[in-house]
């Protein structure tokens, strides 16, 4: 199973970015997936995930309200919409697959390879 990431790039305090991630090798629908974040100097976080038909969805406090994540299972493509961006969301950003849509980054088993987002005035 691959995992391929996009999306990132140098964005102003208050604009919006999608990433996108597809997954390839698999039956995509058969995996819980989640966007997770690194920022420099600091551990992996949990941002938000979505159940495997995408019925149920879960943030971050920090993210609750600005960041939606979808997917299309068509597609085999997983998303994150995030508006209001701060230079606190400055981070790879990660997508990841797994058994279940778990907060913890240890419960996925296939991660992309990031995508980085810089949040900058």
């Known amino acids: 199973v691959q995992l391929q990431a996009s999306g990132g790039g140098l964005v102003q305090p208050g604009d919006s970015l999608r990433l996108s991630c597809v997954v390839s090798g698999g039956t995509f629908s058969d995996f819980g997936m989640g966007w997770f974040r690194q920022a420099p100097g600091k551990s992996r976080e949990f941002v938000a995930v979505?159940?495997?038909?995408?019925?149920?969805?879960y943030y971050s406090d920090s993210v609750r309200g600005r960041f939606a994540i979808s997917r299309d299972n068509d597609k085999n493509t997983l998303y994150l919409q995030m508006n209001g961006l701060s230079p606190l969301d400055t981070a790879v950003y990660f997508c990841?697959?797994?058994?279940?849509?778990?907060?913890?980054?240890?419960?996925?088993?296939?991660w992309g390879q990031g995508t980085q987002v810089t949040v900058s005035s």
């Open positions: 990841a697959a797994g058994p279940s849509a778990a907060t913890t980054d240890d419960r996925y088993d296939y």
């Open positions: 979505i159940s495997k038909k995408g019925f149920s969805t």
